[in-house]
């Protein structure tokens, strides 16, 4: 027998988009925030060359400067206020999380419900002005080490330059929370998805120029769309993926009434470590080709025998690069999934796993299912984010053609879908219910 919510489910659609109003200005409110997002893009700091910054970057695209340029739409390339972007607070969310894993205190705080994550979101943002800080100082002394990019190097330069990314940061967290809590989606993840976006156009229009002029074959064009719709299409499909373990619930008796057992089921997503993996792999992997750009030829010998074996292309890269996404994926589930947890929260409230008995068997059963579905995941991730990877290497593809930008920019578009589905959803029981009553007081 089919329930009312899976019947509205199946009649969802998005006409219905028109009647809900608190929608409406939740989208519009999105938008405003993200337009708000891309104009901030376009504001340099003030004391820089933009010609010798373009001759910088041009140099250092290829090393993780061309990884945080995609996350932030060309803000990097154009050494705007957004230049640092999110990724300050995306580092520090993750560094929380792992010593919540290893600090009594810490994990604690996360036991104590809405005050506790209150209090680990205020440490969160605590740690990322200090990593801004950081990597603010950073970019403004290695700004003032390449060339004539810096009109009046100096401390006055590092201040500004580090008040101005700091301050810019700060800004997208507020905004990106203000976004999760008025709009719709996640606001975090929908400023970098809008850095993707904003700048696949441009990537696209210079593949076609690339073509027009010989440098690729308009057989690898075609076949890099068809491609990107086969990866899309495929992606959506491993998104969707879910191992469900049926839990039982007996019966039980609540004063006078009995109420029957019942069963639900326990999803395990195939990707549970979502996009963090190809992110933190790709990262680690261009740190030392964007110290030897930094350095232009003058670095130590070793420096460029590491950066000449693991070039984009390379056997090595790609070696590395697939290793280490399947290390961050089982790295990463294991941080955001506790098994013996999930089974205590089973056996408080009395649900048991079949055949298994609740407890400590439950959660080694948990951790079996989960291992053996990561191990798919992790194969998953490696081969969406290493075709792409191969396209960029011998066809000379943009960047933002990667199997990293692909994985966000799905992962986001469903969440965001999802959402939207749900505050419909959400509008349709509010009228049923309000029909419901106009029904019952003209009975009356």
């Keep these: 027998m089919v329930s009312a919510a ?97 600090s009594p205190t810490l994990e604690a705080l996360k036991k104590e419900g809405e005050a506790g994550r209150k209090q680990l979101n205020q440490y969160t943002r605590y740690l990322t002005v200090v990593l801004a800080l950081f990597q603010a100082y950073g970019i403004a002394v290695g700004l003032e080490g390449s060339g004539s990019v810096v009109a009046e190097p100096g401390w006055f330069f590092r201040i500004s330059t580090v008040l101005t990314l700091t301050g810019g940061t700060m800004f997208l967290m507020w905004l990106g929370e203000q976004i999760t809590s008025r709009g719709i989606g996640n606001g975090t993840s929908l400023i970098i998805f809008a850095g993707i976006v904003a700048e696949l156009p441009g990537a696209f229009v210079r593949t076609l120029e690339l073509g027009r002029e010989g440098a690729i074959s308009t057989v690898v064009i075609l076949g890099m769309l068809v491609m990107a719709v086969v990866v899309i299409a495929f992606i959506v499909f491993m998104e969707r993926a879910q191992r469900r ?82 290390f961050f994926c089982f790295f990463y589930t294991a941080i955001v999934f506790n098994p013996v947890e999930t089974a205590d929260n089973l056996k408080k409230h009395g649900g048991f796993i079949p055949g298994i008995r609740p407890g400590e068997r439950t959660a080694e059963y948990i951790d079996y299912v989960l291992t053996r579905i990561t191990v798919v995941g992790a194969a998953y991730i490696a081969a969406v984010c290493l075709f792409p990877e191969l396209l960029i290497s011998y066809a000379s593809l943009p960047f933002y053609f990667g199997g990293t930008s692909l994985l966000i920019v799905v992962s986001v578009t469903m969440d965001t879908v999802s959402q939207i589905q749900g505050h419909l959803l959400a509008h349709q029981y509010e009228g049923l219910v309000k029909k419901a009553k106009l029904r019952g007081g003209r009975r009356k």
Excluded at 298 to 309: A, C, D, I, K, R
């Design 245 to 326: 373990l049926l839990i039982q619930y007996p019966k039980r008796q609540v004063g006078n009434r009995i109420y029957e057992g019942q069963s639900s089921h326990l999803p395990l997503k195939l990707n549970t470590s979502g996009v963090i993996p190809p992110i933190f792999a790709s990262s680690l992997l261009l740190i030392p080709t964007t110290i030897a750009s930094f350095m232009q030829g003058s670095g130590p010998e070793w420096l460029q025998t590491v950066t000449t074996y693991i070039g984009h292309g390379r056997p090595l890269y790609m070696v590395l690069y697939v290793a280490l996404i399947v």
């Design 6 to 102: 899976e019947q509205l489910a199946a009649n969802l659609n998005f006409g219905a988009l028109g009647k809900a109003e608190e929608l409406k200005k939740r989208i519009w409110f999105t938008l405003g925030a993200l337009l708000v997002y891309r104009l901030g893009t376009y504001i340099p700091m003030p004391g820089i060359n933009p010609d010798a910054l373009a001759d910088v970057f041009k140099n250092a695209q290829q090393g993780i400067i061309g990884l945080f340029n995609m996350f932030s739409g060309g803000a990097v390339q154009r050494m705007a206020i957004f230049a640092l972007n999110i990724m300050p607070y995306i580092s520090a969310s993750i560094i929380i999380q792992l010593l919540t894993s290893v």
